[in-house]
């Protein structure tokens, strides 16, 4: 069972699709209006609705029927209740595939790898992950260390590029994605120049490395960064960031282009 049947329950409140992300998307995608996208792991659906938005066709594909209840319900958009390593979709059956922030919850990747290569034709595959190793050390993870130590347990990028290379056959390139400091696509490290949004419950439940961890450790880190903020103690230690715009703290989209 999808561990989002348990935390998803608000997502979709806090998991605004950011517009940049999304432009990015169509971007590397490179399709024509009226293409067919698949979104694996589609959460709440926000980024497939999104798309559709921009003129594509998009079939969601979503384990957790908790996050699907909260999506937006769209002509263009159909849902798929399945895993990615076992897509309910034809062989050769859209042009291009996105999976934003989702493979880190993928059982087997490298049958999802599989999976996106079966069905798509010959267009674009486009992952949004992360790499902590890549990362900035940011202030972040010094109330919060769990999510440090949470995001070592992934593939560094080379081996997770070599992955996608060995079971899809196709160039992979890396493109960092340096988060601005307003996204409204509030995961992980997305509010890095907003501490006080980690102080809201509803803004932690929909980051699944906050919603998974021991909650007294959460709870811990909560404390000490409500006191510092109060005090004036977090200003006086990290002010120096209100100065940057955007920030590399490991994000990457990756896309796998085919050679045909």
């Not at 560094?156 to 899809?168: R, Y």
Request: one cysteine or more; charged letters at 20%.
């Amino acid at each position: 069972m999808s561990i989002y049947n348990f935390i998803g329950k608000q997502y979709s409140k806090t998991r605004v699709p950011d517009i940049r992300i999304v432009n990015k998307l169509i971007d590397l995608l490179n399709l024509p209006k009226g293409g067919v996208i698949a979104d694996i792991g589609a959460g709440t659906g926000g980024y497939s609705v999104a798309l559709a938005n921009k003129g594509f066709f998009v079939h969601a594909v979503e384990p957790s029927v908790v996050m699907q209840k909260q999506a937006v319900v769209h002509p263009q958009v159909e849902w798929f209740t399945g895993y990615a390593e076992n897509l309910a979709l034809p062989d050769n059956s859209v042009d291009g595939v996105v999976s934003i922030l989702a493979i880190h919850h993928f059982s087997h990747l490298e049958k999802a790898f599989q999976e996106m290569h079966r069905v798509i034709r010959d267009g674009t595959i486009v992952l949004l992950t992360f790499d902590i190793r890549l990362a900035q050390k940011i202030w972040l993870y010094d109330y919060f260390p769990f999510l440090w130590e949470d995001a070592l347990r992934f593939l560094p990028l080379n081996e997770l590029i070599n992955l996608i290379q060995s079971n899809t056959k196709r160039r992979v390139e890396a493109i960092p994605f340096l988060l601005p400091h307003d996204l409204s696509d509030l995961f992980a490290a997305a509010a890095w120049r907003r501490p006080e949004l980690y102080l809201q419950p509803e803004v932690r439940a929909g980051i699944s490395s906050f919603a998974l961890a021991d909650q007294d450790l959460v709870e811990q880190g909560v404390n000490v960064l409500a006191a510092d903020l109060s005090s004036g103690a977090w200003n006086k230690k990290y002010c120096e960031i209100y100065k940057l715009k955007e920030v590399d703290i490991g994000y990457r989209f990756i896309c796998a282009t085919s050679d045909q």
